[in-house]
């Protein structure tokens, strides 16, 4: 049999269910800024930190460690797991112990919550992660992927390329002339420069068909076997994978990941599956691994509109244009070609073949909210598919998000005022400009911002990376019926504001969306500032249903304000809606 025929046969087995998809989450929400993660030898590096990690893990029978929606497969204390704390994970990574929880923090908001085992700090309020602990594995898996890169926003960093990024350019740039109004809403452009949901979905997918091997190292034990030694991994182990994977069965149901594999399938505490060797573990992994859209094909074509078309391989095999010996999966490793095909689609080279995909193709459990301009929208519970919701592309616009959510994602907005609901896990805000965000949540990361300001309830120390620039922080100024209903299912907290404990990370990337000076290799993200109390305002949410404003419930915000920003609003009870004054006089009186 020909390699090229034998490639062929395993792609095939790949679209067989169960499906392994790459959870998106950990990627777009879990990669931080910091360089002392990363090391030139990976897993060697891992390694040393492991042994270090051990030895300050505390006895196990101190730690609640997993709980499962089936009862019959939950893991016990004494299940042999090690945990760390904020303060072990400094001391053995030899980091501040500020650094050390922001690792925590953002590993207990990327866990995976689907497929029936759930790790305790998976659902740990955000005020508890620390009594609670992560798990050694876990977090070395999430140590590894810190080295991910994403997709790069800009092939070229030219002025078109720059007003392309930011819907304008501000004064404060001092490099650009102002551009048109016309390129100011040119949203088209942007879209197109910028890189598609599938070409991240791809980028992630291949990234971890690299480095696969080598996180199957991370967590494997050597048992004797014969005369030598043999490199083994228990269903226990298998499991950490779930920080990476999730797998999806015939019936498009999400299962735990060793149930879904042959070899470890209904194996419980009593009776555990034996160990699997390594090679057969990868093995499967890689015949099942696959982008989250082909598991679409399985579908009849009449339940879904965008189906994707068959995986083809090269006569030889190989995907000529992704080079093996790169270091990291970065824009070299993932190819797009214009094909004859039809003209909403693309082609997207892998390892293991070629995919073509429709380039309106989004995620499941996704909600977009885009391309709002000059208008006023609204979306609640009953407009939400999933627990995400991706606002992106926005101008002049006013944007409602009133439900309940795991994770809000923020992109390319300006001139906007965004209200946002419960967010349980994450918030991530990039490359706005001019946006007045309000959200109540666990934890916000703003990266890549001008000239906006966030009023924010948030549980954790809100996180500013890459290039911002005059940036305010302000308490969170508003309320909706529903307000206190949605932050007690999601798990927001509002008797714990963390909102002005900034912290602040990472380089200015030259490489980046924007025109930097020459010097400026070396300069340090910046932060943001207070909003003063004198500039402070409450924001009013329209009421659409004056029956669920009487029925229900927050007539209040639930968020106490700090003092002086207290009595501000007592000498000047000033409040802004939408509906009844332009949200641009707003803008202009805290810009």
Not at 465 to 475: E, I, K, S
Request: hydrophobic content about 40%; proline content about 7%.
């Amino acid at each position: 049999m020909s390699a090229g025929t034998a490639a062929t046969k395993n792609t095939d087995v790949a679209r067989d269910p169960p499906w392994l998809h790459v959870r998106r989450e950990v990627f777009e929400y879990g990669i931080l800024p910091l360089p002392s993660l990363v090391h030139s030898d990976v897993v060697t590096g891992l390694r040393n930190f492991r042994v270090k990690l051990l030895q300050q893990a505390p006895p196990i029978s101190t730690w609640s460690l997993s709980i499962s929606s089936d009862a019959s497969y939950t893991s016990p204390a004494s299940g042999g797991r090690k945990r760390v704390a904020t303060a072990g994970i400094a001391t053995a990574l030899e980091v501040t112990e500020a650094h050390a929880q922001l690792m925590l923090d953002t590993l207990a908001s990327v866990l995976n919550e689907e497929g029936g085992v759930v790790d305790s700090l998976a659902i740990a309020p955000a005020t508890e992660i620390d009594s609670v602990g992560v798990d050694v594995d876990d977090l070395l898996i999430f140590l590894y992927i810190q080295t991910y890169r994403r997709v790069p926003s800009r092939p070229h960093r030219g002025a078109a390329d720059v007003a392309d990024v930011w819907p304008s350019t501000s004064a404060i740039d001092r490099f650009l002339p102002s551009p048109s109004p016309m390129q100011v809403r040119s949203s088209t452009v942007s879209r197109r420069s910028m890189p598609g949901q599938a070409e991240e979905e791809v980028n992630q997918l291949t990234y971890v068909q690299k480095h696969l091997p080598n996180l199957l190292s991370l967590l494997a034990e050597t048992t004797e076997e014969g005369e030598g030694c043999c490199k083994v991994i228990t269903a226990k182990k298998f499991e950490h994978l779930g920080l990476l994977l999730k797998a999806k069965n015939a019936s498009l149901e999400y299962v735990p990941l060793s149930q879904a594999a042959p070899f470890f399938a209904n194996s419980d505490p009593d009776m555990p599956a034996a160990p699997v060797p390594v090679t057969q573990v990868l093995e499967w992994v890689q015949q099942h691994i696959c982008a989250a859209s082909e598991s679409l094909r399985a579908i009849p074509v009449g339940k879904v509109e965008k189906v994707v078309t068959d995986i083809h391989l090269s006569e030889s095999g190989s995907v000529e244009s992704v080079p093996s010996e790169a270091a990291d999966v970065t824009m070299a490793d993932v190819s797009v070609s214009s094909v004859n095909v039809a003209s909403s689609a693309q082609t997207i080279l892998v390892p293991n073949g070629v995919l073509h995909l429709s380039k309106d193709w989004r995620p499941e459990g996704t909600t977009f909210v885009d391309g709002v301009m000059r208008a006023s929208v609204l979306r609640r519970e009953d407009d939400i598919k999933g627990d995400s919701v991706k606002v992106s592309h926005c101008h002049d616009a006013v944007v409602y998000v009133l439900a309940p959510l795991k994770y809000v994602s923020v992109f390319g907005c300006s001139d906007s005022i965004i209200v946002l609901g419960a967010v349980g896990k994450a918030v991530r805000v990039e490359y706005c400009e001019r946006v007045q965000l309000i959200v109540p949540t666990a934890r916000i990361t703003i990266a890549n911002c001008r000239e906006c300001t966030f009023y924010l309830g948030v549980n954790q120390r809100p996180l500013f990376t890459g290039d911002n620039h005059n940036l305010q922080v302000a308490p969170y100024n508003t309320f909706y019926p529903k307000l206190e209903a949605h932050l007690a299912q999601v798990g927001v907290d509002a008797t714990v504001n963390r909102w002005d404990r900034l912290l602040t990370l990472g380089m200015v990337d030259p490489h980046d969306a924007f025109i930097h000076p020459a010097d400026c290799t070396d300069t340090r993200s910046e932060g943001a500032t207070l909003l003063s109390p004198e500039k402070f305002m409450t924001f009013s949410v329209p009421r659409w249903n004056e029956a669920d404003s009487e029925m229900l419930l927050t007539r209040a915000n639930p968020f106490l304000l700090p003092k002086p920003y207290l009595l501000a609003q007592q000498h000047r009870p000033l409040v802004i809606s939408d509906k009844y004054m332009s949200f641009k006089h707003w803008i202009g009186w805290t810009a």
